[in-house]
Nanobody
Framework: QVQLVESGGGLVQAGGSLRLSCAASGRTFSPYAMGWFRQTPGKEREFVAAITWGGGSTYYAESVKGRFTISRGNAKNTVYLQMNSLKPEDTAVYYC??????????????????WGQGTQVTVSP
């Protein structure tokens, strides 16, 4: 079993920044990719960003391109999401996820095997 723990969420004013962290622990595994998704009440989980572990390729939703940056940490199986120029519409619960093998685009939630509990990000106007 793999456990993912997110941290770094909180309340910030529009235009501010937050950095989310996600650490994976548990059984040994080599991820194909790690990603971030977000969800607001009544809506489906939405892709935010992903990074492939082998080549370090990064992918972003159009809504966050140029504002968010996903990166891998020095510690194994750690990923970060730097969020700048935050907007009220970025308010959501943010989830970290791990994909252990390729199953199509990294923007697809069904391609991920393990999920964290989520961390709340609230951006005030």
């Amino acid at each position: 079993q793999v456990q993912l723990v997110e941290s770094g969420g909180g309340l910030v004013q529009a235009g501010g920044s937050l950095r989310l962290s996600c650490a994976a622990s548990g059984r040994t595994f080599s991820p194909y990719a790690m990603g971030w998704f977000r969800q607001t009440p009544g809506k489906e989980r939405e892709f935010v960003a992903a990074i492939t572990w082998g080549g370090g390729s990064t992918y972003y939703a159009e809504s966050v391109k140029g504002r968010f940056t996903i990166s891998r940490g020095n510690a194994k199986n750690t990923v970060y999401l730097q969020m700048n120029s935050l907007k009220p519409e970025d308010t959501a619960v943010y989830y970290c996820a791990v994909s252990t093998y390729y199953r199509g685009g990294v923007n697809l939630a069904y391609g991920y095997d393990y999920w964290g509990q989520g961390t709340q990000v609230t951006v005030s106007p």
